[in-house]
């Protein structure tokens, strides 16, 4: 029976529905001390004294501990994926309110947590900046010298830089975009911000770390654990096996629990107190470890007198905060892509990482895409009305099609861009007609369509192990947040091994037992960790067909697994074992131009199409329809495919809609769920979800990742319905009634007062 | 602080234990081994701390341990006591209602609150009635569909 294209349930349903499923969040070990974190109130500033005396006296507590202690132990104790720019505690400065100054270790969280209200520490504050088209100027230094990570060729070019808080630029440039403005039709220029907002993943950040003998186990709830490993040893100066990772089930991760985030911490107090210290954030505290990146845009586009968009220029700045985390490779790997699923002969894209005094920020479900659909697609819809030809027929007669060259130069493949769209207008029902409302109450649509690259290189390995009684297990460092991972590689080693999906087993991350993985990122598991398995589970046959030959089984007979192994060994014994790496090919980009003809091993497209009823009197926004489609190749496990499709689009509807992190001198005014609005079951409008089935030829039994393309087209085509409903355009996220309603009242000639 | 004796029914077992009077029910149900109550906002307002105190949903994270004196409490541990999992759970599963898992708990223990109140429910009384549970992963639609199903399922 192919296994394949089946729709079964994930897994490990039973754990989840009755409450047993394992998480980091529970985790208990004998002898465990609890660390809560004092954090800098002042956004930046030299730390001129930290006054850690009444807490240490508090009864309960184990100890107090400064950067000063951890430098005892780590004399470099900073870390980071692209720059290590971050400390493990803050050391000579402060970088944003909420930087963790000190930690109180008790037996008891309450006393750790009354303890971290007996510190104080005294700042010489530094003014700060929060703007990321401000940070270009170097008035304001939140570093005084960039430390990229070697492990990167094309950041070392950075190294020692300073006078700058430009983390990273990054440019692409294809034909002249300057000549073709010149010459072109119609030119266009807009500028299009994005918020800060986050992922708030419902179990809050949390690691434990234990010291053994030799070794350090890092439990923690983590998308990355075998950077983790690589990260940790790194700081210890330790080979890697040294260094155990392990991750169970994670409550949500949304990019947000990648690379170091608590580990290090953990990490260097287990290893200062010799017993395992356990740190979890509040809910409140997520609001200081990471967030998305905001942005400015400015786009420019030039339009032929027929409609086709012959040049584009883009400048996108991202505001990174504090720290750089994998800011720098957002701006890069995604900046790329930042002139949209069109064909245009003549681009040039200026993408640049700023450093700020903000919540450091990173991925957050699309690696900066979203921010960029928002700018290119509200971009887009604008050209189409002032040159008044139908948003969708402009679009088509623009749109990037397979065989043609991407402004990177990589040519396009299976890439179902026209599929996708397409599936868009029919089920929208473009061509009927569409009742607008009247009074005080119109109606528009809108509809909006995305493009990302996942990120390259990257390298994948699984084992697969058939035991003796003919039943496998799998072995993937591939981190179940919720995405269905574990069932997807379980349909495809099933699907190889010719058994069950259900029957296989898949063991957790454990560096000590599952080999290297990148990371569970940018929609990257299903086609890299896919191929590994897939690849692994044919090794295993191989291995297995290879015993059937020792054991003197004549070539192609098909005998079942349990009786090549008892003829080999004699009994119930022995293992077939398979492995497998896999990195596809890829070719860098020239520095200077940002050329490949080969940036990417595949494409991901999503999009979708809004009908909105917007109250001009008040600014209110109604989502009266949602539909969303994406290019998923072929699914692997379809129902699960489209449940990832439907919350992607969910969770970027609160980030259009509600969502946005408000700052007054650097400090979150509403870090807590019950000021930062995120979509609830009575905010959700009636939504249609199509998996567009296309074949990716270098994945999986045709499959590609499809976790994020969801979120692509959701803000932009929101915007554009409410511009065809009123009249008015919103130019920042997120789209607040009170956002509308001042363009509505500005149109209008009545604007209302600021404040 | 001093601990208090407190003895209360749990998931239908007379039990009996020591506790401080600032510790909340989620930490109180850590001391049995029962994980399925979750503190992750703290505030009373993502559910993923629903516990059923003499058959009413509390939040648990804002629940002093010490009111349990007395009580009947009962969490999500309890629904599969049996052996065999309850209508909820199984209409969760056949739905695909959860992604991650860590807020599900929580929507089980609230849907088994809603159909004794509403066997046959509408979407708005689904809509209302859940409204205090959150789920980062957008599993609503399919969590509408499994509540409509359990309530089929009788």
Redesign the interface.
Known sequence: MNQVGRSI??L??????????D?T??L?LPGMLYGKVFRSTVPHGRIRSIDTQAAKELAGVYGVFTGADIQKLIPEPYYGPAFHDQPILALDKVRHVGEPVAVVLAGDP?IADQAVQLISAEYDEIPAIYDEVEAMQPDILVHDILRPAGTFADLKHLKGRGNTNIALDYHLRRGDAEAALAGAEHVFEHTFKTQQCL??????FVSVAEPGENALIIYTANQSPSFVRIEIARLFGWPENRVRVKVP??????GGKLYIKLEALVAALAMLVRRPVKIAL???EQFYMITKHPTTFRIKSGVAKDGRIVARTCQVHWNGGAYADIGPRVAQKSGFTAAGPYDIDNISIDSYELYSNRTPAGALRGFGVPQLVWAFESHTDLIARELGIDPVQFRRKNLLRNGRPHASGTVLHDAAITEVFDSLVARMGWDKPFERGSGTVRRGRGIAIGLKAVISPTTSVAIVNISADGSATLYTGTVD????SDTAFALIVGEVLGIEAEKVRVVHSDTDVTPYDMGTLGSRSLYHMGNAVRLAAEDARVKLRALAAEAGLPEGTNYPPEEIFKKRYGMQAGNAIGTASFVPSYKPPDPQTGQSDNVTPFWMVGGSGVEVEVDTETGQVRVLRLVNAADCGKPINP??AR??L??????QLGFTLSEAMHLDGGQVTNA???DYK?????D?PP?ENELVTAEQHSGPFGAKGLGESGTFGVSPAIANAIHDAVGVRVMELPITAEAVLRALRAKAGRPLDEE | MTARIINFTLNGQKVSTAIEPHRNLVELLQRFDLFGARESCGQGLCGCCTVLVDGKAVSGCLYFAIWADGKEVATVEHLDAGGALSKVQQAFIDCGAFQCGFCTPGFVLMTHQLLEAHPDPSDDDIRDYLNGNLCRCGAYPEIIEAVKRAAKAT
């Open positions: 349930p994930r490990e349903v039973r754990a989840k529905v009755t409450g047993r499923a998480y969040h529970h208990r309450h992922h708030l993943a419902f179990e809050p089930f994670l409550g949500g991760g949304f509040t809910m409140e947040m919720g995405q269905g129902g699960v449940a990832q439907s919350g992607a689009a969910i969770m807590s769920l019950a995120i979509p609830g079951i009575g959700i939504m």
